[in-house]
């Protein structure tokens, strides 16, 4: 009933910027905190950043400066602009969203199926 397809991966040279785009569709009555997750090979996943309904924002340490999450509510879409990427910012990429797709229940957390970077020269 509620999808979240990211896009905007692919392969970077060292410095170079990306942009991912993650929308949501389905049942949609509300969503909440949405955010971007990355796990890179033989590592858990990881925080990146999450962004409120309202604007609020907090960032992994690592990333702090670097990278920039925002969203378009009516559009339902989070977005993380990522700058001067570094190898060691090669993961796969995860949306993140808790949705309520009606009044009568709670909210979820939703993932994407994942985008890979691969920052590389």
């Known amino acids: 009933q509620v999808q979240l397809v990211e896009s905007g991966g692919g392969l970077v040279q060292p410095g170079g910027s990306l942009r991912l785009s993650c929308a949501a569709s389905?049942?949609?009555?509300?969503?909440?905190?949405m955010g971007w997750y990355r796990q890179a090979p033989g590592k858990q996943r990881e925080l990146v950043a999450v962004?409120?309904?309202?604007?609020?924002?907090n960032y992994a340490d690592s990333v702090k400066g670097q990278f920039t999450i925002s969203r378009d509510n009516a559009k339902n879409t989070v977005y993380l602009q990522m700058n001067s990427l570094k190898p060691e910012d090669t993961a796969v990429y995860y949306c993140?969203?808790?949705?309520?797709?009606?009044?009568?229940?709670?909210?979820?957390?939703?993932w994407g199926k994942g985008t890979q970077i691969t920052v590389s020269s």
């Open positions: 993140t969203a808790e949705i309520r797709t009606s009044v009568w229940n709670r909210g979820m957390d939703y």
């Open positions: 389905g049942s949609l009555f509300s969503i909440n905190g």
């Open positions: 962004i409120t309904q309202a604007g609020s924002t």
